[in-house]
C-alpha cells in the first residue's frame, strides 16, 4: 500500500492557461473522490467517481473543470482558462467504496495562477 | 444545505495540557461524524469517527462523542504530545461518498 499519489505538487501557471492533475488511488480501491482546499477553510467537495463513472459534480465544479477516470484506476482533474481564483490545494482521495469508508487523502496539488 | 462549524484557532498547549476542540454541525438527516488531521507535510487522515447519536469515537488518545441533542462532536485528549502539532478538521457526511468539513484548527503543542 503506497497510498495516494498525485503529481504534480506544485503548480504555477499564468491566467488562462490550462493545467492538468494526475491522482494515483490505492489500487484496490473503487471511489475516488477529489476536493479542493483554499487558505484557512476546510477541503471542499468536488466530484467522485465509482470506478470509472462519475457520480457526482459539485456546484463549484464549473465548465472550466473536468474530471475523468477513464480505466477505473487513475484520474485527471483539468482546469480550462485558469482564473486567479482557482488557486489552491487540490485534493484527491479513495476509499474501498463501503458506507461510511474512511477516506485515504494525497498530499495535494497546490495551484497557484498569476 | 449541511455544514460544520468549528473552534477557530490557533490553539497552542504546553506538553501534557488537556485539549478541546468544540465542533458543532447543521444536517437534515442523520450525519456520520468524523475528525480528521493532517500532520505537517503529510495528507489528511481520519482520526476517529462516530456513525449514530451516543456513540464514541477514540483513536491515539483523543476522544469524541455524537450528541445529537447539542449536535456536536468535540474533540478531547486528556494529555497532549508535540507530536500531537496538526491541523485538525472536524467532517460530516450525510451520504456515504461526500464529507463536509470544518474550517480546521490549528493546535501547536510546546515542549
Known amino acids: 500500500d503506497t497510498g495516494v499519489s498525485q503529481d504534480p505538487r506544485h503548480k504555477i501557471t499564468k491566467r488562462g492557461q490550462n493545467v492538468t492533475f494526475r491522482c494515483d488511488p490505492i489500487?484496490?480501491?473503487?471511489?475516488l473522490y477529489w476536493y479542493r482546499q483554499t487558505l484557512g477553510q476546510g477541503p471542499e467537495f468536488l466530484t467522485y467517481?465509482?470506478?470509472?463513472?462519475?457520480?457526482?459534480k459539485s456546484r463549484l465544479l464549473s465548465d472550466r473543470f473536468s474530471a475523468e477516470r477513464p480505466k477505473g484506476s487513475f484520474s485527471t482533474l483539468e482546469i480550462q482558462r485558469t482564473e486567479q481564483g482557482d488557486s489552491a490545494m487540490y485534493l484527491c482521495?479513495?476509499?474501498?467504496?463501503?458506507?461510511?469508508?474512511?477516506?485515504?487523502f494525497g498530499s495535494g496539488t497546490q495551484l497557484s495562477v498569476l | 444545505g449541511d455544514s460544520v462549524t468549528q473552534m477557530e484557532g490557533p490553539v497552542t498547549l504546553s506538553e501534557e495540557a488537556f485539549l478541546t476542540i468544540n465542533c458543532t454541525y447543521t444536517?437534515?438527516?442523520?450525519?456520520?461524524l468524523f475528525w480528521y488531521v493532517q500532520y505537517p507535510g503529510e495528507g489528511l487522515q481520519l482520526l476517529l469517527k462516530?456513525?449514530?447519536?451516543?456513540d464514541k469515537g477514540s483513536n491515539k488518545g483523543f476522544e469524541a462523542t455524537y450528541r445529537k441533542e447539542t449536535t456536536s462532536f468535540h474533540l478531547e485528549k486528556g494529555s497532549v504530545q508535540v507530536s500531537d502539532s496538526a491541523v485538525y478538521f472536524c467532517?460530516?457526511?450525510?451520504?456515504?461518498?461526500?464529507?463536509?468539513f470544518g474550517a480546521g484548527t490549528t493546535v501547536t503543542v510546546r515542549a
Open positions: 467532517a460530516l457526511s450525510d451520504h456515504d461518498y461526500k464529507l463536509s
Open positions: 467517481f465509482q470506478n470509472e463513472a462519475q457520480l457526482e
Open positions: 462516530a456513525t449514530k447519536a451516543d
Open positions: 482521495a479513495s476509499s474501498a467504496g463501503a458506507v461510511n469508508e474512511k477516506l485515504f
Open positions: 444536517a437534515t438527516g442523520y450525519p456520520s
Open positions: 489500487s484496490e480501491h473503487n471511489r
